[in-house]
């Protein structure tokens, strides 16, 4: 019998993530594939993370070569690197430690880009006041959530520490929540007013947490994951007026602040939200912003990169939330994140190419979004909100009875086995909505739309296929 | 929040999560319900809850005017509000608050502000701030990392990249890592443990080794009261250990390396804190850092065979801190891993004995820091366990692509024949006889002081020499309410420039104290840096007498 028979309740109760079944098959499936086994497909199109890169989407020449430079700076002699690419790269490597991206660096983060990343957000926020000493780089948002929580949710507690999450969102949370021992109160998103926060619904929340659990903070997504929304400036103020008046601490997860495409939409910051409501709420009203590297134009995930700002936390607090950043954040996703807050500017010589890439990237990511509303809604069985923002699209898909019959059998959630069949039929890797949360009764599949044109028809054409297939075998 | 809440809900009457259920499906269908009064939602679904613990109070904080990382005294307004604040010192996670993590303390935050005044032009007695205190050697521009850039570079750098999602370092990797480089680790392994096989599935790639570590210890620390775990830790430790176990309000369980006999470990030590822990909490693991961190030393097999039969006898997991396998330099010091000596112990225990063991590529010759890479081998872990530990790992998502990257080239170093071989082989070797060299001459200028008395050093980065600190100094500090030791450093900051950890961040004898210094200094920089402690040394001792 194992030493380890008895471990943390708290990570027992993490709750298996559907996604392992599907990794599992895909990887078979994958060597079946090289071993010469006949499908009605070549490859499995891997869509199921907010990984762009993954996707087939090609890394910023820019930020590539800086990376380069820093990493071995030989490659600045002679005339292979443009001028501001070996500018910037010396730059920063006079910010480490000997030179070298190898060293450590400070714990919060090399001082220099963390300045460069509150200039950014001064500006993106027309002005608003950020102050460095408020901002933590890490290997990663999700690492500086986790490190906010720990702060927050008080595992002596009786009753224990609730966080109130949106349903849909996205599992790395609900995760780290469990792992933390904190309560995840849900609060529904409006599919039908397009994924609407409204208000009512975190009152809801709240009354139904009564006597469980405390509720201390509020975790909002925006742009959203999974599903694809853009909170509007209203909707966002009263949120915050609502934070305000239930004493909430308000955790903004903004990861996809750089992925907006709905017509309408506008990213505003939680952070200018609340400055622009004017005191007395913005000086008291609790917030951690977060951000990163991984999405975006320049995706990349690999590297670790994110960052934290904290705005009106108490500064005794403060000084404890140093100690828990303690582990240094890799300096090359710093280095990422340095290029991400300070891209080419026209006049740069870097800038032409910069340029051509990131429309490039952009204008595949429109016409993704047409194309999969177009598809998608030509389905009576599919339904898809229209997309604003973030890396997915998140459609309803109406399953018929037989189906979930068909599901329950073989011990899968009806969305997951829908997903399991199209990785099979179609060798396409979606998300079930059964990881996010959703209505019950309610189905969703998941599946990233940063990827090349050609790759989102060929992902469309398969699903479009299989779907048809699907819904007649089990008519 | 304001008013405390009294009902107690007892978690049975929770339902529990049932599994393969979403946390957050609701009973009842149909839309959401509107308009206040009673929600049509029966009952949430939450993860089962332990029982519960007492209440903490819910006083209104003082505030306190410090800045981040400055240790200012602070100025409180004595029972006034707390300005509303949701998140207070009073209601924020006890455990967060006993974190402390000396390498990073209170002395750095003090000589970076020194290095700042220094950039300013205020004089200083010393010209520059000598940082000894971290083992990072890539800022010491000690080691150079050879970057190949020829036909053996690019075939491994294709090879990383095959197995990069869309052939990028910018994708995400599977949460275990990226599966060739773990097969490479294997293999690695496999080399340096004379044969003893190593399977891929086994090994995981971690953000440092301090990911793995601080991911174990989340797994293993559970229960309250009298059966809540014990970890079994050398003192002195690497402080990482300390504040995990204080986070995760694990018990630590003390035992004393020892310093007369160059901090060798030993078995009766070992028993007499697992007996002594066992009233009061439910040691669940053991703890060992070999080479030692900060003390260097380098444990022999004998002690490694004894440490696995007390593991088994007594049902601890082991916890095998290797990070410094590759920085041994002592005569007759040779690395055993903790892997190899337990399977060469026989069935008994290799199939038996429960081991994880670290390794980073922050040490070694290449000493990589900044780019977080590390792994762990687990040995004879339950699947039901593991599949636990990947669930845990999945919440950082990955580890740093190029962490792993990097990795692959520490496991697999430029081959005899290869175009890189040379350059590489000359490079590490010098590397390492200079690092010994300077082990060497620590050892020696430092024993040629009256008050400090330092054991060789056999391996790691650091020497961790005894200091005999004066009374009327131990009496100053107690007054300024620092410890000794601490006191010390902090002068020997202010007044040379030299940034050294107190003894007292890693742990030891009460009433001794020590500082952790680095020896990764070139030696010319070194060698000044010793004859300051000296003299600093004698002054202090002379100016407290």
Known sequence: ?475 | MSATRVQLISPRTLRLLSPGRSALFLPGGGGPHRGGGVPGFRSLIFPSLSSSFSSPGRALSSLSTTRRGLPKTKMSDNGTMSRGKVLTIDNMNPTVKKVEYAVRGPIVQRAVELEKELSEGRKKPFAEVIKANIGDAQAMAQIVFLKYKNKDAKSRACRILNSCGGNSMGAYSASQGIGSVRQDVARYIERRDGGVPCKPDNIYLTTGASDGIVTMLKLLVCGEGATRTGVMISIPQYPLYSAALAELSAVQINYYLNEEKCWSLDIGELQRALDEARLHCNPRALCIINPGNPTGQVQSRECIEDVIRFAAKERLFLMADEVYQDNVYAEGCQFHSFKKVLFEMGPEYSETVELASFHSTSKCYMGECGFRGGYMEIINMDDDVKDQLTKLLSVRLCSPVPGQALMDLVVNPPQPGEPSYERFIKERTSTLSALAEKARLTEQVLNTVEGIRCNPVQGAMYSFPRITIPEKAIQEAKKLGQQPDMFYCMKMLEETGICLVPGSGFGQREGTYHFRMTILPPTDKLKILLNNVKEFHQRFTQQYS
């Open chain 1, 1 to 475: 019998m194992s030493v380890l028979q008895e471990i943390s309740s708290n990570v027992r109760n993490i709750k298996q993530m559907e996604y392992f079944v599907l990794f599992r098959r895909t990887n078979q499936i994958k060597e079946e594939l090289r071993q010469g086994v006949r499908k009605s497909y070549r490859e499995v199109i891997d869509v199921s993370w907010g990984d762009p890169h993954r996707a087939g989407v090609k890394p910023l020449s820019f930020v590539r070569q800086v990376l380069a430079a820093c990493l071995y700076p030989q490659l600045m002699d002679g005339d292979k690197l443009m001028v501001d690419v070996k500018q910037r790269a010396q730059r920063l490597l006079e910010t480490c430690a000997g030179g070298s991206v190898g060293s450590y660096s400070d714990t919060a983060g090399i001082p220099q880009i963390i300045q460069s990343v509150s200039e950014y957000i001064l500006r993106r926020d027309g002005g608003v006041p950020c102050h460095p000493e408020n901002i933590y780089i890490t290997p990663g948002s999700q690492w500086a959530l986790t490190n906010i929580l720990k702060v927050l949710v008080n595992s002596e507690a009786s009753p224990r520490t609730g966080v109130l999450i949106p349903v849909p969102c996205h599992s790395t949370t609900i995760v780290s929540l469990t792992a933390l021992g904190a309560v995840a109160v849900p609060y529904y998103l409006s599919e039908e007013r397009g994924w609407a926060l409204e208000v009512e619904m975190l009152q809801q929340a709240l009354d139904s947490a009564k006597g469980v659990c405390n509720p201390v903070a509020l975790y909002i997504i925006n742009p959203g994951n999974p599903a694809d929304y853009v909170q509007s400036r209203k909707c966002i103020q009263e949120v915050i007026h609502f934070a305000a008046e239930k004493k909430l601490f308000l955790l903004a997860d903004e990861v996809y602040q750089d992925c907006v495409y709905g017509k309408e939409s506008e990213f505003v910051s939680y952070k200018r939200a609340l400055a622009e409501i004017g005191a007395p709420l913005s000086d008291t009203v609790e917030l951690a912003s977060f951000h990163t590297a991984s999405k975006g134009l320049m995706g990349e995930c690999g590297l670790r990169a994110g960052y934290v700002e904290l705005v009106n936390l108490d500064p005794a607090v403060m000084k404890y939330i140093d100690n828990l950043f303690s582990n240094s954040c890799p300096v090359l996703g710093q280095v990422a994140l340095d290029v991400m807050v300070n891209p080419p500017q026209p006049g740069d010589p870097s800038y032409p190419l910069y340029l051509k890439e990131t429309q490039h990237i952009r204008a595949s990511l429109a016409e993704n979004v047409r194309r999969v509303e177009e598809v998608i809604n030509s389905f009576p069985s599919f339904s898809c909100q229209s997309l604003e923002g973030g890396a997915f699209a998140f459609p309803r898909v109406f399953l018929p009875p037989k189906a979930i019959e068909k599901a329950k059998e073989a011990g899968l959630q009806p969305d997951t086995f829908y997903c399991m069949r199209l990785l099979e039929e179609a060798g396409l890797l979606f998300s079930p909505g059964t990881e996010y949360g959703q209505m019950e009764g309610t189905y969703h599949i998941r599946f990233c739309i940063m990827t090349p044109t050609d790759t989102m028809e060929e992902i469309l054409k398969r699903l479009s296929t299989f779907h048809k297939q699907f819904m007649r075998e089990f008519a």
